[in-house]
């Protein structure tokens, strides 16, 4: 098993369609509750193992959701509001490093998780057709990329470190 992608990389072929895209909408509005259960009953020291060798320990995979889905949700909406803006990327794994991703309760990106996952879903839901066909440019990938397609990459996105946790869970028995 790759422990890295324990569910595998995202993949999706073909056009999106509204019943996808109402399953990635679930999923994304299931992350806090799953991710809250992925972490239920672990204690300090356990935070902070890494999910595998050379790899983000669990309090880090936490936080990141948060930064990476507050990016993601700015992205979406810089999409709906522009002409195919370029979004700003980021450096993830150095945000992972600062201390507020390697000493920060977890708790607090949990509670940031449960808001922004609330307020995110409530926009997915009221976005048309047109509106899921909307893009952004990424000046690192040099993509552009549609919104459907984006919303299918962050269900994943919190499934895929959701699975990291659980993974590391059931390989140590904790």
Known sequence: MDYRYPIG???YAGEVTR???Q????DIADLPDRAREAIHGLNEEQLNLPYREGGWMLRQVIHHMADSHMNSVIRFKLALTEDT???RPYYEERWAELSDSRDLHVEYSLQLLDALHRRWTVL???LSDEDYAKQFY???SKETMRLDHCLGMYAWHGNHHTA???SLRGRLGI
């Open 9 to 11: 990389q995202f993949t």
């Open 19 to 21: 019943i996808q895209r």
């Open 23 to 26: 399953q990635w909408i679930q």
């Open 85 to 87: 803006p370029a979004i």
């Open 124 to 126: 997915l839901n009221t």
């Open 138 to 140: 990424h000046p690192t």
């Open 164 to 166: 990291q946790i659980t």
